[in-house]
């Protein structure tokens, strides 16, 4: 929290600010206050208003449904959402063959990080030509 916040919040830092300014000075910053305060309100009144009227949509839209002998989860689970999923697109053919350190035979498709065997290899002064499959 900020010094001014803790001043304005603090009753007696108030009083002890208030004898260094003039009544004018004070019934300035209580009239702005009041300004602000009062906007704030309004948008407080606002915006739960909206909550209202979005939460009375929600409520008609459902007691229709229901009128209709519609669930809402049938909704959320019907055909329609199915087919807005994204198809998962079909695996990479391994393009390079390789043997670990455990002598095992593995195949990389050539996207990623270089499998270790492999770095190595190319490190030594090898090619990818060496690992490609044929």
Known sequence: MSSMLKNLNN???LRS???EL???VLEDILEKFSVVTKERRDEEEQIQRQRAEQQEKINTWLALLESDGIRPEELLNGES???STAKKRQPRPAK???TDINGETKTWTGQGRTPKPIALALAAGKSLN???IV
């Open 11 to 13: 009753i007696r830092k």
């Open 17 to 19: 600010l208030s004898r």
């Open 22 to 24: 003039s009544m004018d």
């Open 81 to 83: 959402a199915t087919q």
């Open 96 to 98: 390079y063959r390789f």
């Open 130 to 132: 060496d690992f490609l």
